[in-house]
């Protein structure tokens, strides 16, 4: 069976946990699509978001990891797509529930408010939980507008 395919990106704020994540996300045998930032310095988040978004979206990767100071603007961006599902979620719990119960597809971590440790958890929550189908099936058929 060949490896899972993640694709991340970030902008300044999420440079911070990028490559601890990655290190991370190989250990647990995916490989990984980076798109950035590799710096520091001020980047306009949606630059290194939308390629995430589109990983996902035409099947180079299963997942996506999406980072930013708030999340917000990094899972707007990504849900732009039409078969994104980005999930802002900042505890664990919520990691879980958007994979159950909205089949979310990206993780969107907002960086200035979580812990490294927590971002770890709510990722490995996230690749490790399956989608229920069943009574949220209906529901995320609806979402694409």
């Not at 395919?5 to 902008?11: M, V, Y």
């Not at 798109?35 to 978004?53: L, Q, R």
């Not at 100071?69 to 980005?86: E, L, P, V």
Request: charged share 20%; hydrophobic share 45%; glycine share 8%.
């Amino acid at each position: 069976m060949s490896a899972l395919t993640l694709s991340i990106g970030c902008d300044h704020a999420g440079y911070i946990y990028r490559e601890k994540i990655i290190q991370f996300v190989r250990k647990m045998g995916y490989e990984v699509i980076d798109h950035g930032t590799f710096t520091a310095e001020a980047v306009d988040y949606p630059d290194h978001i939308h390629p995430v978004a589109k990983d996902v979206e035409n099947g180079g990767a299963q997942v996506g990891i999406i980072l930013c100071g708030s999340g917000n603007g990094a899972a707007i961006t990504a849900n732009k797509h039409q078969t994104i599902r980005a999930a802002l979620c900042w505890k664990a719990e919520l990691a879980r529930l958007a994979r159950m119960h909205n089949d979310a597809n990206i993780l969107a971590i907002p960086a200035r408010f979580v812990s490294l440790k927590m971002a770890k958890s709510m990722i490995d929550i996230f690749l490790n939980t399956e989608f229920e189908g069943g009574r949220h099936q209906k529901r995320v058929d609806k979402i694409p507008f």
